[in-house]
């Protein structure tokens, strides 16, 4: 389309946006359930069955120990990226007297549960790695698998001697604050008694798998288990695949999320039998994954990672695509925006909005025509094709997923009419009336991302007078920064949601709050500060400042609105607007202003906002 055109028509675009409109609309309203996040099934003590999915370590043997009562300077809670990100830099900043505390047999957090075939990081490794430079470490791929992910984990953990103080298979059971002593008690499943000036939440967005709550789950005779235990013991093989032990069995598979693109090839190419059943079909981009070309790894000057970190996030983000990241299928959708926005001149705010939404019709569309030109058997790549906005669901880029569904041995089992799942047999899956009989069900139905904080954080949390936080954040998350909450002194509430909504390297956003926790309390530290609490004016600032802002990233990113979006835990089952703001659970003007943001705020050395005793 020429420039002096004002309109784009479905002519020039290749599609028609108001049947794509009312399409997506249709395949919503196919799938939102009364019931939304109430489907699924808490994995708690209270439940034997849920429970035996997160008990149960499939990776490493219990050590028996005694229970640990005595006292450090700061506690972090996970060993993921989060705590090992934060406890670096509290090393960095001066602190040694750090211990982290971790459910899992090592560090590595999502990098430990997460073993199943295929597993790999779908942001490129250059970015996504954390604490590349410090380590002197270079990944193999622009996209790393699992195994060299977790081994870079324990790479951090040794380079910054963090094991020392670490404690592992260890859940925390409750933090309470002791105003007597000016000090948090962490209690843990394994009796210890731990008390710390300072306590580092992070557990992360998702430590807790979730399982959706289907009659007769708890009935089935075969074998099941989480993809975040998955059972090598059971189907043979290992993280590259060749899960031998199926050959002569057939797999059941639930969800279709980021997980099980990634695990569906190994699958169909073992089991005897494989059924994936979906209720919504993922976005499934191009992989391109290529070895690390160690010309260009030699030519790197200091600095170079923040800043390929920061350059990513403006390419996904509505900024200029840099050129290392044109080929990236996270940018797709920033280079359709672009490449509309030139073909149209003068251009008001509300022709921007819709451009956007051009942009993301296309895009969506292009990755259909993907579906179309690998799957061969039509009404099956009809099923695969997913009708809703690119960043309604979690994108994910797989060069193998679509083509094992022209094998033989390979069902897809679409299960949106009856919005999931009809039921489970001893034997098996109910689906569209039809019993699938099956040796083993596999779960990829994902974690508590987005649920009540209670649930997803599960562990109580009891601050001045015994207030539970869960209390405190009643109607949507209370705290400033995203950081620290009103009755809950010298707690930072590192990573988890706030950080997951920032932009989708996560741990580039983990980085950013590291290295203003470690200079928050080292400074706090050196001036032996016994209390820092945040007022209440300071945290009602804050909140009405987030509700305020609008963010045409976020807007980006959560595909136009979450109530037009299919259901998922982007916006809780599609039910984001009407009971908690998301914009509590993040910055609305993007990662880089919350970094100027936090650094301005320490640059000021006032602790504005902060009571200090
Ligand atoms: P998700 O929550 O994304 O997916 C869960 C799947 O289970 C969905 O397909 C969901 O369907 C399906 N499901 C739930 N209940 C039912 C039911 N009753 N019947 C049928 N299907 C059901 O979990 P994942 O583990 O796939 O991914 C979670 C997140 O982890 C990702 O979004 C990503 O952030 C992260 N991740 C990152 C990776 C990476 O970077 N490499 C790889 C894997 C995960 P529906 O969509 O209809 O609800």
Known sequence: MAKGNNRLSAKDLGF???????RYQQERDKRVRDDAEAQFVAVTNDSPFANKYLAEDPYCS???????????????????????????????????DVRIIESGGDFGGTWYWNRYPGAQCDIESYSYLPLLEETGYMPKLRYSFAPEIYEHAQRIGKHFDLYKNAVFQTWVTQLRWLADESRWLVATNRGDEMKARYVCLGTGPANRPR????????????????????????TGG????????????????????????????ALGASAKELYIFQRTPSSVDKRNNSPTDPQWAASLAPGWQAERQKRFGESILGGLVYPEFVDDGWTRLARNVQSLMGQVENISPDQAGEITQLA?????????????????????????????????????????????????????????????????????????????????????????????????IGIPIYGINGESIYDHWEKGMRTMH??????????????????????????????????????????????????????????????????????????????????????????????????????????????????????????????AGLELT
């Open 211 to 234: 399982l959706p709550g289907i009659p007769g789950a708890d009935t089935f005779t075969g074998h099941t288990f989480h993809t975040s235990r998955w059972d090598y013991s059971y």
């Open 482 to 607: 995203g950081l620290m909450a009103h009755g809950f002194p010298n707690l930072f509430l590192c990573g988890g949601l706030f950080v997951f909504q920032l932009g989708a390297n996560y741990c580039y956003g983990v980085d950013v709050q590291a290295e203003h926790v470690a200079h928050t309390i080292s400074e706090l530290s050196k001036r032996s500060t016994k209390v820092a609490h945040v007022s209440a004016e300071a945290e009602q600032h804050w909140i009405e400042d987030q509700l305020s802002s609008e963010s045409a990233g976020m807007q980006l990113v959560l595909g136009g609105s979450p109530e037009s979006c299919t259901p998922g835990y982007y916006n809780q089952e599609g039910t984001a607007q009407r009971y908690r703001d998301v914009r509590l659970e993040s910055y609305g003007k993007g990662l880089g202003a919350y970094r100027t943001l936090l650094r301005n705020w320490r640059n000021a050395g006032d602790f």
């Open 360 to 456: 993301d019709f296309k895009t969506m569309e292009e990755i259909r025509q993907r579906v179309e030109q690998t799957v061969d058997d039509p009404q099956v790549a009809d099923k695969l094709k997913a009708f809703y906005n690119q960043f309604c669901k979690r994108p994910t880029f797989n060069d193998d997923y679509l083509e094992t569904f022209n094998r033989p041995n390979v069902t897809l089992v679409d299960v949106s009419s009856t919005k999931g799942v009809e039921q489970i047999t001893p034997r098996g899956i109910v689906a569209n009336g039809k019993e699938y009989e099956v040796d083993c069900i596999i779960y990829a139905s994902g974690f508590e991302i987005t649920s009540s904080y209670e649930r997803r």
């Open 16 to 22: 028609d946006p108001a049947q794509l409109a009312k």
């Open 62 to 96: 219990y050590a028996e120990r005694d229970p640990i009562k005595d006292e450090r300077e700061v506690i972090i809670v996970g060993g993921g990226w989060v705590g090992m990100i934060t406890a670096a830099r509290l090393t960095q900043a001066g602190m040694p």
């Open 238 to 265: 290992g993280p590259e695949g060749n899960l031998n032990q199926l050959e002569d069995k057939k797999v059941a598979i639930i969800g279709t999320g980021a997980t099980a693109i990634q695990c569906v090839p």
